[in-house]
């Protein structure tokens, strides 16, 4: 006998909308709180963004940022930051440490003769110090940076906007992209809580954040519509819950393995990663709730046409169909 593994019944009767004031005014609370703490706090941008130079240095004893930091004073170099890196995956005797200098002058980033001067006094300190890697990226670049990663989030939003609109009907966009609003600005909003390094790592985790996310709404967007079809006369409401109730072992399940991959790399894929795969786990968790609670509950707000009439894809095709035939 096949065993399978349920981690919900196949019919469930939840009603997604019995605190419906309450998950809608604490995704209210949550977002405001988010924007608040990242225009306050800031994000801790990472060389990608600020320009400078990130040095990865190793040594087989305890680091001593102090004496790191005084060793470097001389060579005045501006804002240094030391930070020491933890990771289960380190031998004993490994200990690994970043030091972040920013950019210098006009040069963006520093010299070959100011690194070889930063190993020469850090090894006045430690011996046996090795540096492993080197990355810098002028302010030029940087800012270039910022406006594309901007960029490309915002392409991808409206992109799903018009996506959605398409293949369902405008309230529904409205929902989605609205969720996805609330997803983004959560996650930034922990990055900055937690001053976690916000690099273009990030950015890319935050776009498959997108994708993940509209995923599961439009999973429960695509049920949403075939019942309308089916319960013609039942209020809206009951039917978004039946819709949900449908997809939520299909949710559960996605989720819940896609989470067990990325708790897996969160905890031995290294710390070279982990801020990218926070984000994932992070965005995993806040767009499977969004899917549930927040852009169907918008689109209740908004209301629908429920009138029968030509489905919005087709009615858009038809035109430049007979446009092109002209």
Do not use: C
Not at 282 to 301: D, E, P, Q, R
């Amino acid at each position: 006998m096949a065993f399978r593994l349920k981690l919900v019944p196949d019919e469930t009767k939840f009603d997604f909308f019995k605190h419906q004031l309450i998950t809608f005014w604490g995704s209210m609370v949550l977002m405001a709180v988010a924007l608040v703490i990242t225009f306050v706090m800031g994000l801790n941008l990472g060389i990608d963004f600020r320009g400078g130079t990130t040095i990865r240095a190793e040594s087989s004893k305890e680091v001593d940022v102090g004496a790191w930091r005084s060793a470097l004073q001389p060579l005045d170099l501006g804002d240094v930051v030391i930070t020491q890196v933890y990771d289960p995956s380190f031998d004993a005797d490994q200990h690994v440490a970043e030091i972040r200098i920013q950019a210098q002058d006009d040069e963006g980033s520093v010299s070959p003769q100011t690194v070889s001067a930063i190993d020469t006094a850090i090894k006045g300190v430690a011996p046996d110090v090795k540096f492993t890697a080197t990355e810098s990226v002028g302010p030029k670049v940087s800012g270039e940076l910022i406006k594309t990663a901007i960029l490309s989030v915002l392409a991808a939003a409206a992109a799903i906007l018009i996506y959605i609109w398409l293949r369902f009907e405008w309230q529904f966009a409205v929902g989605a992209v609205l969720a996805l609003l609330h997803d983004l600005l959560i996650t930034v909003g922990v990055f900055s809580l937690f001053q976690i390094k916000f690099d273009l790592t990030i950015i890319a985790a935050l776009l498959t954040i997108l994708g993940y996310s509209i995923n599961d709404t439009v999973v429960v967007f695509d049920r949403l519509r075939e019942n309308l079809i089916k319960y013609k006369t039942m209020p809206l409401r009951e039917v978004m819950n039946i819709s949900v109730n449908e997809t939520l072992s299909r949710t559960v399940m996605t989720s819940g393995t896609t989470l067990l991959a990325l708790i897996s790399m969160l905890v031995l894929g290294g710390d070279v990663i982990r801020g990218f795969v926070f984000a994932m786990t992070f965005g995993v968790l806040i767009g499977t709730y969004s899917s549930v609670f927040v852009a169907k509950n918008i689109v209740l707000m908004i209301g629908l046409n429920r009138t029968e009439k030509k489905d919005p894809a087709e009615e858009f095709f038809d035109k430049t169909t007979k446009a092109e035939t002209k």
